[in-house]
């Protein structure tokens, strides 16, 4: 089975701090995601990673920088919390299942609040 | 813009019924298709997966896409309480990447 671990269940951060959600995978994909999803407005992809030391926005990066040191771990930094950034994020990582599909998984989500 | 569509629902079906899930996009170049199964509080969980015209099953759960018509749906035969959730639609662009395009959701309720 995929395992897609983040590092925390539930952040409470305070406005203007630096937040570190992590995530690491342990199937050796090469493919990571970051996404929020806020009620109404769906998932929203912050930033995906190809490969390590790859990195590529996605529809809403503004306020977000990520990194990948190593395959496995996908690293999504707040550089100054505001609280228009409270939201459950969720990492993905994607493989390809040898049927023509790429299949995401999700890890658990962190709920971040920002006050 | 490319986009995915889903009615936000709810829908509601006795327990034993089958649900039908519909999915509309917008792209006509769209090559792979997912259903994800999303518990309140929980991250989405993939539960199908197709990219060939017709009908793939896997337990109780069936979908069908048409890519004539550009739909994907999504059947749960002998829907259970379990079942209860809400269900997103996602496409797989056509470029390399193949980002998912995300519908909003159906939200489910399948009653005792």
């Known amino acids: 089975d995929v395992k897609v671990t983040q590092s925390s269940r539930y952040l409470v951060k305070r406005t203007g701090e630096k937040v570190f959600l992590e995530c690491v995978q342990d199937?050796?994909?090469?493919?990571m995601f970051w996404y929020r999803q806020d009620p109404g407005l769906g998932l929203r992809l912050i930033y995906f990673s190809y490969d390590v030391k790859m990195k590529e926005k996605g529809d809403i990066p503004e306020g977000y920088s990520v990194s990948r040191e190593k395959k496995e771990r996908f690293s999504l930094i707040l550089e100054s919390a505001s609280t228009n950034q409270t939201s459950m994020y969720l990492c993905a990582s994607r493989s390809f299942s040898g049927t023509g599909l790429y299949e995401q998984y999700f890890g658990p989500g962190t709920r971040l609040t920002v006050t | 813009q490319k986009e995915v569509e889903q009615n936000s629902g709810p829908l509601s079906v006795p327990e034993g019924a089958i649900a039908s899930l519909n999915c509309t996009y917008s792209d006509r170049v769209s090559q792979s298709f997912f259903w994800y199964r999303q518990y309140s509080g929980k991250s989405p969980e993939l539960i199908m997966s197709?990219?060939s015209n017709g009908d793939k099953e896997d337990g109780r759960f069936t979908a069908q896409l048409n890519k004539a018509s550009q739909y994907v749906s999504l059947l749960i035969r002998d829907s259970q309480p379990s079942d209860s959730a809400t269900y997103l639609c996602a496409v797989a662009n056509a470029g390399n990447n193949r980002k998912l395009i995300w519908g909003l959701g159906t939200s489910l309720a399948v009653n005792p």
């Open positions: 197709i990219y």
């Open positions: 199937m050796d994909h090469e493919n």
